[in-house]
């Protein structure tokens, strides 16, 4: 079993493992709708994770400390461009959120970048998402340009933000 390490009260962040799947993908598709990647996507990158060297990215999940529940999940993967790490996904169920569990999946994230000495962590989000583009920038990330057309359903575009790990 993966080491687990407390964060916050009321939650640890640990490795993703396959019987998080459905819970994984439960808390996707609260959150992303018609967008929401099927469990399949998730196990599929476990194992392309798991058996990539030099490693290639990381799957993380909130776990409840007292009941196990699972409260959301971020991941990572390296990018094409020099090293670079984008950051797939984070979600948090919306019955958990505004409680840290986001701020702790950053933390997590910009530690694991910083430690493989990563020079930039970047993601993608919804022009129209106000509220998370607000967070990322209190988070130390700014916006650096956009993705048109990249999100459907609504068709919309993809503001581009990054950090600076180095």
Not at 64 to 76: K, N, P, Q, R
Not at 122 to 150: C, I, K, P
Request: aromatic share 10%.
């Amino acid at each position: 079993m993966a080491a687990m390490k407390r964060t916050r009260p009321g939650f640890r962040i640990r490795i993703m493992d396959v019987p998080d799947l459905p819970h994984v993908a439960a808390i996707e598709g609260e959150c992303f709708n018609s967008e929401a990647w099927p469990a399949q996507t998730f196990r599929d990158l476990l194992v392309a994770f798991a058996d990539a060297r030099p490693p290639r990215g990381t799957l993380w999940v909130a776990e409840d400390s007292t009941t196990h529940e699972i409260l959301g999940y971020a991941g990572v993967e390296v990018s094409a461009l020099g090293g670079e790490m984008d950051i797939i996904n984070i979600a948090v169920a919306p019955a958990r959120r505004r409680r840290g569990i986001g701020r702790a999946f950053l933390d997590r994230i910009v530690r694991h970048c910083r430690n493989a000495q990563v020079p930039l962590l970047w993601l993608r989000v919804r022009t129209s998402n106000t509220d998370a583009q607000t967070f990322y920038r209190q988070m130390g990330f700014e916006a650096r340009g956009q993705f048109h057309a990249y999100y459907v359903d609504p068709d919309e575009p993809a503001t581009i933000m990054a950090m600076n790990m180095l």
